[in-house]
């Protein structure tokens, strides 16, 4: 199964589960990969993370029935996930720019979110600069940050590179890399360390840990540009472009950023993604 079947399947069990508790954890299962995983394909071509596409649905619904159906507020506030009326109105009101109660009285337009599909469209040209490389076990040396897969990687790992600078660490060590622990179909979270990779003789300061990366087989893809966008706008081209059609697919194993000498504001800055892979 491809990105795009796994994906949409994935939307599938959601909409059919929409008003149920349903958790990252129980969609990965249905589709079979790991939550982190299934987090990271969907936010990079969505744009979204699956609770914020779970959220908007529910609210886009909740407000056609506020509207059509003679339902007190408080009823859809629990058939669509709130424990409290006040908690849904502010999501609501959030989400709607108006509160239940105004939009009722009021019948204010309210904003609508549709189901999504995922589908490649192929069009013009466009070049991927990437290469497929062996590479024997090699060791890191990282700070490390346990992520909650629901909560996704956008937020929290930027918060953690901020922390990294701010607290000094880099004076220490020097993050040329940012690695991702693997992620097996069970996890519902996983590492994240900011570092280096280890060089002979090092000292391992107070607070770091040493990672041993596997001998792998890698995808390795070149981002050229300014940070964060160009490495943002690669990962969605690997999920979009790249994975429906490659004869590899991703392993559930360590994979990484690195990140080269240089301003990381030029727009000919150098940046690589390197994910593990088998043929498939």
Known sequence: ????????????????????????????????????????GFSALADLTVGEYIRNRRLSLAGLELTHKNLKIVDIAIKYGYETPESFSKAFSRF????????????TALKSYSRLTIKIIMEGGSVMDYRIEERESFDVVVKVRKIEAEEGDSRKIPAFWEEYFAEGFSAKIVPVLGVCSGMSQESKEFLYGIGDFVKDGQEIPEGFEIWQIPKSTWAVFKCVGAMPKAIQEMWKRIYS?????AKYEIMPAYDFEFYTDGDTGSQDYISEIWLPVKKK
Request: charged content about 15%; cysteine-free.
């Open 1 to 40: 199964m491809n990105w795009v079947e796994i994906l949409n399947n994935a939307i599938e069990y959601i909409e059919n589960n929409l008003l149920d508790n349903i958790a990252l954890s129980q969609i990965a299962e249905h589709v079979h990969i790991s939550s982190a995983h299934l987090q990271r």
């Open 96 to 107: 709607h720019g108006i509160a239940p109660s105004a939009a009722r009285k009021n019948s």
């Open 241 to 245: 472009e790249w994975l429906p059609q």
